[in-house]
T-cell receptor, first 116, second 108 residues
Framework: NAGVTQTPKFRVLKTGQSMTLLCAQD?????MYWYRQDPGMGLRLIHY???????AKGEVPDGYNVSRLKKQNFLLGLESAAPSQTSVYFC???????????????FGAGSRLTVL | GQSLEQPSEVTAVEGAIVQINCTYQ??????LSWYQQHDGGAPTFLSY????GLEETGRFSSFLSRSDSYGYLLLQELQMKDSASYFC?????????FGDGTTLTVKP
């Protein structure tokens, strides 16, 4: 099984350009997430989805949009890229968890985005 | 909101035991997870605590005290390959919030 696959792995953009990061999972997970990670920092949640057709804002949603049209895919869009969005982006997915159950996230390999 | 604090760096020698602490402030707490990340690669799940006490998984153990909003990850018999970043994460409703991570350096 591939697990969680992110494309592209690397991308360089100019300020103001737009792009979409694609995340695909083959584990039939209900939940999907987009995080960004800046040097020396933890993972900050951008947007997440608890099911097909639903999305919600995380900690740092400004400047990003997402869509979950199919259960296995979660797209992250940047409409007008800014240098502050230079980061490594990680997609993750998990099963629907019970109240006391672990929310075990499976991460993709990451997408490194540079905005000039 | 949610916030987590963990030390930025820890250094230990091969074969030793190291403890990485995590304190958190959150609303709607369900549990505390730990993840490992090597050199900017994909984070991988290590352990989860929903209830107070110790969970053991091989060389790694994780502890939680809900009343103290505190947990730790204990790594025993350290190996060079354990050099990595370790993140605690608070599980809330539908999502997880991560700390800034602790970089563990294991020396020979």
């Amino acid at each position: 099984n591939a697990g969680v696959t992110q494309t592209p792995k690397f991308r360089v953009l100019k300020t103001g350009q737009s792009m979409t990061l694609l995340c695909a999972q083959d584990m039939n997970h209900e939940y999907m997430y987009w995080y960004r990670q800046d040097p020396g920092m933890g993972l900050r949640l951008i947007h997440y989805s608890v099911g097909e057709g639903t999305t919600a804002k995380g900690e740092v949603p400004d400047g990003y949009n997402v869509s979950r049209l199919k259960k296995q895919n979660f797209l992250l869009g940047l409409e007008s890229a800014a240098p502050s969005q230079t980061s490594v982006y990680f997609c993750a997915s998990s099963y629907r968890h019970s109240i006391s159950g672990a929310n075990v996230l499976t991460f993709g390999a990451g997408s490194r985005l540079t905005v000039l | 909101g949610q916030s987590l604090e963990q030390p930025s760096e820890v250094t230990a020698v091969e074969g030793a035991i190291v403890q990485i602490n995590c304190t958190y402030q959150t609303s709607g707490f369900y549990g505390l997870s730990w993840y490992q990340q090597h050199d900017g690669g994909a984070p991988t799940f290590l352990s989860y605590n929903a209830l107070d006490g110790l969970e053991e998984t091989g060389r790694f153990s994780s502890f939680l005290s809900r009343s103290d909003s505190y947990g730790y990850l204990l790594l025993q018999e350290l190996q060079m390959k354990d050099s990595a970043s370790y993140f605690c994460a608070v599980r809330g409703a539908g999502k997880s919030t991560f700390g800034d991570g602790t970089t563990l350096t294991v020396k020979p």
